[in-house]
């Protein structure tokens, strides 16, 4: 699903508006009926909405559904909060609303008054993509208001006050605990530092025009299916490719063997782990299917191997800091002609000496999460900025970066972001990345494409904690269970396909 920048949906707009056709006020008619028929199949008419409507035709929608709530049986209220003369469907649909069955509230002080009520529902059609500066006076005062107000609340199409796709730095935005949004995402969804404001979001499908959506580029994308490639019917253990795992050390296995084995459950032909003479049992026992590497140093790895028929190497989880490992690696970053997947310590080599990045063969694909990415790539203020350098550095070394978080972002050698829409708390837990990094691993053979492989690794990986929830709660799912129910997964998206 394309995420759209605010000019490209007015565009969107526009477009459909002129090519449907369909008149804007009929436009703002279907989204409104969408917002309406939500409303009326997730809230008993015990609540009572207040739409708080601005000018614009954020506000018109607001009427709009006023109008269709009250018909519905809703004992429904409207502020105006910026007067009774706006843009032309505002205006059309104050008019429509002059049937009796919406009270208009006048006043603050009167509005005030619904504040200790849990049965309101606080409708947020004050600004929408319109917003155009930071909200301040009166309006301000209001927003913060309703903000400690009881009762539920809903924004339609983006909370109040908060910018589409941009840093917003104004502090009074409307707090939704959901947003309803229209046909797209957008950017400021996706972004850690507006959670407390957009809440839950859904989209609704407003019937924009196909053609336009089709035939536009976008730089965001929120990936919400994927394409599983399967291995052919005549396949031997070749073809599902061989991958080494280069992890862990004394004490630090773990890691390596959560890697191991979530790609040999990601359709690895042949799974090698590197290991010290030390922890060789550990892997042996653990994994029966893996083959061993032997690595002739005790406790930390430090010997430069045959990778010559390797089609994937997965380098980072637990490895420590051992001046030998860090050889190790800048040995394999200047020989080792496969694939790369770079995870934890190996970012850390590259943060300490970034010059190393200079030899990331083309298509190398690394996984920080926000922590490591700082380290990697500077410090940033806000998450907006975190996504520009992702997309400038994937760019400038060619590489696929896949910054994991709530929304994992997925950076192309192009500067395309691709956004993983699965996934939840349940997997901000050590050993999580390990199990991802080793996916990719045990993916990549078959797709042969580093951007695809991320893609769909991050979607399965998050895909597999979804299901765990529905076992478990979320504070005791294990990175082991997102292993184990990584088949339920694969299954889903093979049937979709
Ligand atoms: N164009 C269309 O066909 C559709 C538009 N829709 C709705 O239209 C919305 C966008 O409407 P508009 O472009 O009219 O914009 P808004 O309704 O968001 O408001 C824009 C108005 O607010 C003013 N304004 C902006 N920031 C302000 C601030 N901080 N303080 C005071 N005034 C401020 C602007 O000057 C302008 O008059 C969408 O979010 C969506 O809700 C929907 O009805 C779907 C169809
Ligand atoms: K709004």
């Not at 929120?222 to 280069?246: M, P, Q, Y």
Request: proline share 3%; glycine share 10%; with cysteine.
């Amino acid at each position: 699903m394309k995420i759209f920048t605010v000019d490209k949906i007015r565009e969107a707009d526009q477009f459909t508006i002129e090519n449907e056709p369909i008149s804007s006020l009929n436009l703002m008619e279907r989204a409104s009926t969408q917002v309406a028929q939500w409303i009326l199949k997730y809230f008993p008419k015990y609540y009572r909405p207040i739409i708080v409507a601005g000018k614009g035709n954020n506000g018109g929608d607001g009427l709009a559904i006023a109008r269709m709530l009250a018909t519905f049986g809703y004992q429904t209220k409207v502020y105006l909060a910026m007067g009774t003369d706006g843009s032309d469907d505002f205006n059309a649909n104050l008019e429509r609303l002059d049937n009796g069955r919406v009270d208009i509230i006048e006043g603050y002080q009167s509005l005030k008054e619904r504040a200790i009520d849990k049965n309101i529902l606080w409708i947020d059609a004050l600004f929408g993509s319109g917003l155009s500066r930071p909200i301040e006076g009166g309006l301000a005062e209001l927003i913060d208001y309703i903000n400690k107000a009881e009762g539920k609340k809903i924004a339609i199409d983006i909370p109040s006050g908060l910018f589409a796709d941009q840093p917003t730095e104004g502090k009074s935005i409307f707090q939704a605990d959901t947003t309803l949004s229209f046909q797209f995402p957008k950017l400021a969804f996706l972004i850690p530092e507006n959670e407390a404001y957009v809440g839950d979001w859904t989209i609704l499908d407003i019937g924009l025009s196909r053609e336009y959506i089709d035939q536009t580029e976008s730089s965001f994308e929120l990936t919400k299916h994927i394409k599983l490639t399967k291995a052919s019917k005549f396949a031997h253990k070749g073809d599902r490719g061989r991958c080494t795992i280069i992890a862990g050390g004394y004490t630090r296995m773990g890691a390596a063997v959560l890697a191991a084995r979530a790609a040999l459950h990601s359709g690895i032909g042949l799974i090698t782990v590197q290991s010290c003479q030390k922890t060789i049992n550990v892997v042996q026992q653990s994994i029966p299917e893996a083959l061993i590497l032997k690595d002739c140093n005790e406790y930390s790895l430090g010997d430069f191997l045959e990778y010559g028929n390797q089609d994937v190497l997965v380098v980072g989880p637990a490895l420590g800091f051992a001046e030998k490992t860090k050889k190790l690696f800048v040995e394999i970053l200047k020989n080792y002609k496969g694939q790369l997947v770079l995870d934890a310590d190996a970012l850390t080599y590259l943060s300490e000496n970034t010059e190393l990045l200079q030899l990331l063969p083309k298509g190398t694909i690394l996984t920080p999460h926000i922590g490591e990415f700082d380290r990697l790539f500077g410090k940033h203020d806000n998450h907006f900025d975190r996504l520009k350098k992702l997309q400038q550095k994937a760019k400038k070394h060619q590489i696929i970066i896949l910054l994991k978080g709530k929304y994992s972002a997925i950076a192309s050698p192009e500067g395309q972001i691709y956004f993983n829409s699965t996934g939840n708390n349940s997997m901000a837990k050590g050993g999580s990345g390990d199990v991802l990094a080793g996916m990719i691993g045990g993916m990549f053979p078959l797709t042969k494409n580093p951007l695809q492989t991320a893609i769909n690794a991050a979607f399965l990986h998050g895909l597999s904690g979804d299901i765990a929830t529905d076992t478990y709660d979320e504070d005791y799912v294990t990175p082991s269970i997102l292993i184990e129910n990584l088949h339920l997964a694969q299954k889903m998206c093979t049937q979709t396909q």
